[in-house]
């Protein structure tokens, strides 16, 4: 992998804000999501105590393809992301629209599931209201503070990141003071289930692992709102990646330590669960507080992806010209804003999520798949200004990943999958018949 120097683009219609650091706690924000908190009791089941291995494994899964994006982001710093360079690689605009709207399911159904999240039991702490409206009204101030511009949200991500992070730190110093105590077990770390095959039991565990990793490729679709993305961009991605992997390895061992695998998988809030058993007097309303600062950070990350992403496919002409409109001041997409939010928001009246989320882990998985394989076909092309460049071992072992993990999915999440390509494919026909107005 080589080093480069920044590029300069003149010709964005976006507001280049974003610095390096900024960009580095956008994507820790977003890769630190909620999903970790109830993590380890899933895990648990299939590795018993050796909660760090799957971890570790899903975490160099995530570096093959994070990989490749660095690359193409390097390379070709505009929004709009996978579907993007799907456009420049295969140059088939169903196939290119299919990618992105790959993306756009991935993120809007995940917004709607966090703010159903957000809405439920975390906010029933402080404020018991109807799910559905309270999550209705979540999505409406996302998508005003989004609206607001890149540079307030992502300074917004900084608070809430740093919060999602010190919960995580409250875990692991907890079990510190417990073990220096003489509290805990140590030599649960190594424990594999009575029967397990190891290699088959971290492979299933890294699997489910790989979903809390989830979440770097929303970082390719503010590329043009970063400034000198060839020569920040390589290092927030793997930087911000390497800090989650150890964060979760460290989570993982605290977990085990702390716990036997027995009770952390029967706990639907393990790491709350940890805490308690440490006997340091943290409070169990500070958990919930930030459970819902994690969830609402991982809303705003993943809305300020799904606009970037339908503002990036109308700049493309895969979308109606419409979405591509920005606000003149403000300079964010504000029509590919109100319409992901629309959709998020009637999304939650469906209540049950869980298949769909699945579902979106399928479609990202396509996704990277893309990705993997344009970085190949897009090396014949130059581009005039200097990008990263990855070992070509690199892509190919992505690809070889995804192609893994898919066959780890259910076959319902298959069918459901299929028929969100075909509605894709139907509202791409739809587009070509009404041409687009400006």
């Keep these: 992998m080589t080093a480069v120097e920044p590029d300069q683009r003149t010709d964005s219609k976006l507001k280049q804000v974003v610095t390096g650091p900024l960009l580095f706690l956008f994507i820790l924000g977003d890769v630190l999501g909620a999903g970790i908190y109830a993590l380890m009791g899933v895990l648990a089941t299939e590795v018993g105590g050796v909660l760090w291995l799957p971890l570790v494994v899903a975490l160099l899964l995530a570096l093959l393809t994070a990989g490749s994006y660095a690359e193409l982001v390097t390379k070709y710093p505009r929004a709009g992301g996978a579907a993007v360079f799907a456009e420049r690689a295969f140059g088939k605009p169903l196939l290119s629209f299919l990618v992105g709207f790959c993306m756009l399911a991935a993120g809007v159904v995940s917004a709607a599931g966090l703010a159903l999240a957000f809405a439920g039991d975390y906010l029933a702490t402080f404020l018991p209201v109807p799910p559905i409206p309270a999550a209705i009204v979540f999505l409406a101030l996302v998508a005003l503070v989004n609206a607001r511009g890149i540079q307030e949200s992502t300074r917004g991500n900084v608070v809430m990141t740093v919060i999602e992070v010190s919960g995580l730190v409250i875990v692991i110093v907890c079990v510190a003071v417990m073990l220096g105590g003489g509290g805990g077990d140590p030599s649960r770390v190594t424990a594999f289930p009575d029967g397990a095959n190891p290699a088959l039991a971290t492979l299933g565990a890294a699997i489910i692992a790989y979903y809390s990793f989830v979440g770097f490729e929303t970082s390719a679709n503010i590329a043009e709102e970063v400034r000198e993305p060839s020569r920040v961009y390589p290092k927030a991605l793997f930087g911000a990646l390497i800090t989650a992997g150890v964060v979760y390895v460290l989570v993982g061992l605290a977990s085990s330590i702390a716990l036997p695998p027995e009770q952390l998988s029967k706990s639907s809030g393990p790491l709350l669960t940890v805490v ?163």
């Design 276 to 438: 308690s058993a440490s006997g340091v007097p943290v409070p169990e309303f500070v958990f919930s507080l930030i459970a819902l600062v994690a969830v609402a950070n991982g809303a705003l990350l993943t809305m300020i992806m799904a606009s970037r992403v339908t503002f990036g496919m109308a700049e493309q002409h895969l979308l109606p010209s419409v979405l591509g409109r920005t606000l003149a001041k403000r300079r964010t997409p504000w029509v590919a804003i109100v319409v992901t939010t629309v959709v998020a928001m009637a999304l939650t009246l469906v209540g049950d999520l869980s298949l769909l989320a699945s579902t979106v882990v399928l479609l990202l998985l396509f996704v990277f798949i893309a990705v993997n394989v344009s970085v190949l076909v897009l090396r014949r092309q130059r581009v005039d200004h200097a990008h990263f460049r990855v070992w070509t071992a690199v892509p190919v072992l992505g690809v070889a990943s995804c192609v893994l993990l898919l066959t780890q999915q259910e076959g319902r999440v298959w069918l459901v999958g299929a028929i969100a390509l075909v509605v894709g494919a139907v509202l791409y026909f739809a587009a070509k018949l009404v041409p687009s107005r400006g």
